[in-house]
């Protein structure tokens, strides 16, 4: 079931990727069109209106300029879902790339009072892999735990790596509400629990570690929350 799974949506990104390639630039230019006109707008009506009646044009026109965001990056996931660029593969240090994504997240999940820590044990456990994708994957499981916890105005997210055999297993484990209803979806294409989400995001991160030869799932956290684990060799080949 689970070769049948992977051939078909093999099948079904090869032909998504030919349409997506095609219309990707068609779509693009009016999508920049769109944004410049929204954006001289608001400023005509900064300029020329009062402030209770230029209130008036600047909500629907900040709704148009969130769905226009969406647009944009609903079509990047696309893009990158249907052409993938080749894995730069090399030995790469765990404790390294835990370190990189805490730099670039902790200011955000301070922001939401949510504290971000990392770990790894042995501290000199490697692996094989692309740097840039492996933190993609890492930015958007944070994301997701961020998103689980905003609802809560705190909470706390860890990054926790260790060695098993000739795998790493990498988590991150977090403290919110735990799995929603239909978890077991949420790596399908268009599946997502977030108001704005283009329901892309955990497709992405299980389409770059399936590259990786690895695999990666949600589980309950025993004490309440979500770990989404990435088992992943640490050689390739």
Avoid: W
């Avoid at 349409?19 to 069109?33: Q, V």
């Avoid at 399908?188 to 283009?198: A, E, I, L, Y």
Wanted: charged share 25%.
């Amino acid at each position: 079931r689970e070769l049948e799974r992977k051939n078909a949506e093999s099948a079904a990104l090869a032909a998504m990727g030919t349409l997506t390639t095609g219309l990707a630039h068609e779509i693009r230019n009016p999508l920049n069109a769109a944004r410049l006109q929204l954006e001289l707008l608001q400023r005509r009506t900064n300029r020329y209106m009062k402030a209770a009646e230029a209130e008036h044009i600047k909500q629907p026109a900040s709704i148009v300029s969130e769905e226009l965001t969406r647009l944009s990056s609903l079509l990047d996931d696309f893009l990158q879902l249907a052409r993938p660029r080749e894995l730069e593969i090399r030995p790469l240090s765990v404790q390294d790339i835990l370190n990189s994504v805490r730099r670039l997240e902790e200011p955000v999940a301070n922001n939401e009072n949510v504290s971000l820590t990392c770990s790894v044990v042995p501290d000199d456990l490697m692996l094989h892999g692309d740097m840039d994708k492996l933190k993609q994957v890492l930015i958007n499981l944070i994301d997701n735990s961020l998103s689980a916890l905003r609802p809560l105005g705190r909470g706390s997210i860890r990054m926790e790596a260790r060695a098993q055999a000739r795998e790493a297993i990498i988590e991150v484990i977090d403290d919110g509400p735990g799995l929603p209803e239909g978890a077991a979806k949420v790596f399908q294409p268009f599946v997502s629990g977030k108001q704005m989400g283009t329901g892309l995001g955990l497709t992405i991160v299980r389409r770059i570690i399936e590259r990786h030869g690895g695999e990666v799932t949600l589980l309950p956290n025993p004490e309440g929350g979500t770990v989404a684990r990435i088992i992943i060799p640490t050689r390739q080949g």
